[in-house]
């Protein structure tokens, strides 16, 4: 693993710490719906990641990182979501907000030698 990927990785641990820290203050009714949806993608991006990163086919390896970029994607619109619906205070989502465009750039980064190869 170079140091582009331990940063990357850094950087989505980090994501998905900070919206499990987050989503502790949503209102309980949302338990089932934002709440879970918004954490179940955040740990997905990582988790696909790290899938990805394990597979040698870079076919395979492309997808588990598309799946991320995916759950990135999906990721922040429920912080938007979030926000809108006053969940989330400015910091806050200044704070995700942020996080999740350099997380996005190096995932994208990271898919475009993929590309050539395939």
């Known amino acids: 693993m170079n140091e582009f990927q331990k940063q990357l990785m850094n950087k989505m641990d980090e994501y998905v710490h900070l919206i499990y820290k987050i989503t502790k203050s949503f209102s309980k009714e949302e338990l089932y719906g934002v709440t879970s949806q918004l954490r179940r993608s955040a740990l997905s991006i990582i988790l696909?990641?790290?899938?990805?990163?394990?597979?040698?086919?870079?076919?395979?390896?492309?997808?588990?990182?598309?799946?991320?970029?995916?759950?990135?994607?999906?990721?922040?619109?429920?912080?938007?979501?979030?926000?809108?619906?006053?969940y989330i205070n400015?910091?806050?989502?200044?704070?995700?907000?942020?996080?999740?465009?350099?997380?996005?750039?190096?995932?994208?980064?990271?898919?475009e030698p993929l590309s050539i190869k395939t």
């Open 48 to 86: 696909n990641y790290i899938e990805g990163f394990a597979r040698i086919k870079i076919a395979v390896k492309r997808n588990f990182w598309e799946i991320s970029y995916g759950s990135l994607k999906e990721s922040k619109y429920l912080v938007h979501f979030s926000f809108v619906e006053k």
């Open 90 to 111: 400015q910091n806050d989502y200044q704070r995700v907000s942020n996080l999740a465009e350099e997380i996005g750039a190096m995932l994208w980064r990271s898919l």
